[in-house]
């Protein structure tokens, strides 16, 4: 199955550009761990009530990197994910143990306001969810209520489009419902809408989930043109996304409790994405990644 | 091969065409028969008796039923212009009161109340109890709140209004929070999730798109509020004749001067109160036509 990378190359629909959409090497001249990771997890526990979560999960996100979470169902990457940016306390009964940095500062520690470290993280969700206003508004949003100092805010709306490349395609109506625009176009939206408030990091909830392969490739590209500018930590049910676009990839699995039968999720194996595609060293990586399993 | 397949096809056809159907039998059209006649029955009562009234208050569907004072020596031109004054007056001063406190409540019960704890489960209970409470207890509450407040005469419109408004504010909270409800959690997720506080994104984004929702239901509540006699009458509302001017004046309200005026042994008084019950019936259907209406028109669909 080595050569599921190459494989993936086929690009779906969207122009062969591969220089671009394959980062220099893509994991081969990387080193073997983040060497000055933004973000790091450590021994991070997470429990809804009783039910534990997610086991112990170490991960180091490296500065400009993409990392990719991969794995079946209820294996807990999504649950991660949201810890990252502490949207995991919105969900009643949630509980984090272990530690979660952000340039080596706890998100979690005692002093720390979510709504900041929401402001340095930000987060595109599965559905793509604009707000009920303009696509001028819906970009405008962000910077106006965290209250950033913009000079001119028509200048940031356009920059943010053009950043998630979409400027051209709306240009001629920033003024009318972000509901008129695509699926594809309101997932980029919300990419613009993030990019807005000048997050170091970005993370993405299976941003590409509900979308078709046309937009699913705009979206890649776009992650591609972001990474010099953001740590892109990314969540997805699709392998080849992950091989096609990824720098690390950390695989999780979910492992049944043997009394309740409840499903706890752990982390499997993390690396540079080449290895985990070619030369996975755990036997449930591989079997995931030959699609024998999940 | 050929002859197997007409042969299925005969079959199939003979058994499709049996020349009756299965859900038609006698059962089901008795059960259909009894959906008819009740439903029949609601919609026929109804009918002959708004039919009744408006045939007997027929005589006064004038300007004078509108304009002019009560009056038990001429008769025949008693008008409603107090009651229907008295009216408007409460219903201002009703969502004044209740719709600011019903959309707080509810707002702080669905974004920001710890659902899990005690005293949200029996607010959550009592909120459910206190729609169905009649409406002569809300009178009654009125009354002692009055009191409390130093009013020896309890029939202005500041009673009026709290006793209206603590009738209907249930009413406004369930429906605001059914608003409320109906906004997508990808909606709040998006605003916090890019730094903006849970106020904020309940200020700009959760309220203003409940804004219908809210809006329809609080017109809901106010056109019960209108046709309500009881409360008022436990807070010794009388008839009275002159407009009010402030919340402090006397008050009388519509169903009052309906129920004083039907229960009159004079044959015109009579005839004038079924006419203001047409009336009374016109504004409340008036005030759901446009609740109907808003709902409508703003209902978006995510």
Not at chain 1, 157 to 162: A, C, G, M, N, P
Request: glycine share 8%; proline share 5%; hydrophobic share 45%.
């Amino acid at each position: 199955m080595t050569n599921l990378r190459a494989s993936s190359h086929f690009p779906v629909g969207a122009p062969a550009d591969s220089a671009h959409r394959f980062h220099a090497g893509n994991g081969s001249e990387l080193p073997e761990v983040p060497p000055l990771p933004v973000m790091r997890v450590d021994n991070l526990n997470v429990y809804y009530n009783d039910f534990h979560a997610v086991y112990d999960v170490n991960l180091a996100f490296g500065r400009h990197e993409i990392t990719a979470m991969i794995g079946p169902s209820g294996c807990g990457k999504s649950t991660v994910l949201r810890c990252l940016n502490r949207m995991n306390d919105l969900v009643p009964g949630a509980r984090v143990e272990g530690e979660v940095t952000y340039h080596d500062q706890d998100i979690y520690a005692a002093k720390v306001d979510p709504i900041a470290v929401r402001q340095h993280i930000g987060m595109v969700f599965q559905k793509p969810n604009p707000f009920p206003k303009s696509i001028y508004d819906n970009i405008a949003y962000g910077p106006r209520v965290t209250g950033m100092k913009v000079e001119s805010m028509d200048d940031l709306v356009e920059e943010s489009l053009r950043s998630a490349a979409l400027w051209d395609e709306v240009k001629d109506k920033l003024k009318q419902s972000a509901f008129g625009l695509s699926g594809g176009q309101q997932q980029r939206l919300c990419i613009a809408r993030t990019i807005a408030t000048k997050p170091d990091v970005i993370l993405m909830d299976e941003p590409c989930s509900s979308l078709d392969p046309i937009a699913t490739s705009k979206i890649e590209d776009l992650m591609q043109q972001l990474r010099s500018d953001y740590t892109i930590i990314i969540v997805t049910h699709n392998m080849q996304q992950a091989a096609r676009v990824s720098d690390r990839t950390a695989f999780f699995t979910a492992r049944p409790d043997e009394t309740t039968g409840n499903r706890t999720g752990l982390l499997v194996e993390f690396d540079r994405t080449t290895v985990i595609f070619e030369n996975p060293t755990d036997p449930r990586t591989n079997d995931y990644i030959t699609g024998r399993f999940g | 091969m050929n002859i197997t397949a007409t042969t299925a096809a005969n079959v199939t056809a003979s058994t499709l065409a049996t020349g009756k159907r299965k859900d038609r039998n006698t059962s089901s059209l008795i059960f259909m028969g009894a959906l008819w006649f009740s439903m029949f029955f609601g919609v026929a009562v109804l009918a002959a008796l708004i039919l009744d009234t408006a045939l007997s208050g027929a005589g006064r569907f004038d300007s004078q039923l509108l304009f002019d004072y009560e009056s038990t020596v001429r008769k025949e031109e008693t008008g409603f212009r107090a009651g229907i004054l008295g009216t408007i007056w409460l219903m201002l001063a009703t969502a004044l009161l209740a719709i600011p406190v019903g959309i707080a409540t509810a707002v702080h019960l669905e974004e920001f109340a710890d659902r899990t704890a005690w005293y949200s489960k029996v607010i959550e209970v009592n909120l459910q109890n206190l729609a169905a409470v009649p409406s002569i207890i809300y009178g009654m509450l009125a009354a002692a709140i009055m009191g409390l407040l130093g009013f020896t005469y309890k029939g202005i419109v500041l009673g009026g209004a709290i006793a209206l408004g603590l009738l209907i504010l249930p009413v406004i909270i369930i429906a605001t929070r059914e608003a409320l409800r109906a906004v997508p959690q990808d909606i709040r997720q998006g605003s916090l999730a890019l730094g903006a506080t849970t106020w904020q994104t309940t200020w700009r984004q959760t309220l203003p798109s409940a804004i219908p929702g809210i809006a329809t239901g609080t017109i809901l509540g106010l056109s019960r509020a209108v046709g309500e006699a009881a409360p008022l009458l436990m807070l010794g509302v009388a008839t009275v004749r002159f407009d009010p001017t402030s919340v402090l004046d006397k008050v009388t309200a519509l169903p009052l001067q309906i129920y004083s005026l039907a229960s009159a042994p004079q044959e015109a008084l009579q005839e004038a109160a079924s006419a203001a019950i047409i009336l009374l019936l016109a504004l409340i259907i008036g005030m759901n036509a446009v609740a109907i209406f808003i709902r409508n028109k703003f209902q978006r669909s995510w």
